[in-house]
């Protein structure tokens, strides 16, 4: 019996978070929105659940194995960017991690919510290499 090839294991990985992930409500505009507002706990339990089994899992991981991890500072961008995070999650009714399941569940609007990501993405990459001149190459000698 051969093995299944690394890109077929992740894509049907993903199949699989994307299918719970709708299946759960976290695709549902409504569903986000009654999580927020404290109006339906189930959902806030399910995330608090998944944040608390990975915080277990990193804390294993940094035990076992030691990883090089290096600190992440905090800088005056940290809040715009979470403002901007967290409206275009209101928006969109979901975070960035549901956008191909909205997508895959025919949710046009969920392009916006894409564009929106790549758009951030792109503005952060161009201002960090600005901060910090990652854009300049070495000269060459």
Not at 35 to 62: C, K, P
Not at 105 to 130: T, V
Request: aromatic share 10%; glycine share 14%.
């Amino acid at each position: 019996m051969t093995a299944i090839p690394m890109p077929l294991r992740l894509l049907a990985l993903g199949a699989l978070l994307g299918f719970t992930l709708s299946h759960v409500g976290f695709t549902s505009w409504d569903e986000v929105h009654a999580m927020f507002v404290f109006a339906d706990l189930r959902m806030f339990l399910t995330f608090a659940l998944g944040v608390g089994g990975l915080a277990g899992a990193f804390a294993w991981i940094r035990r076992r194995s030691a990883p090089n991890w290096p600190p992440r500072p905090i800088h005056r961008g940290t809040l715009a960017g979470s403002v901007l995070f967290g409206v275009g999650w209101a928006l969109a009714g979901g975070c960035p991690g549901v956008v191909l399941t909205q997508l895959g569940e025919g949710k046009l609007y969920a392009l916006f919510a894409l564009a929106g990501i790549a758009l951030g993405n792109g503005l952060y990459g161009a201002l960090l290499e600005a901060r910090v001149r990652t854009d300049r190459q070495p000269a060459a000698g």
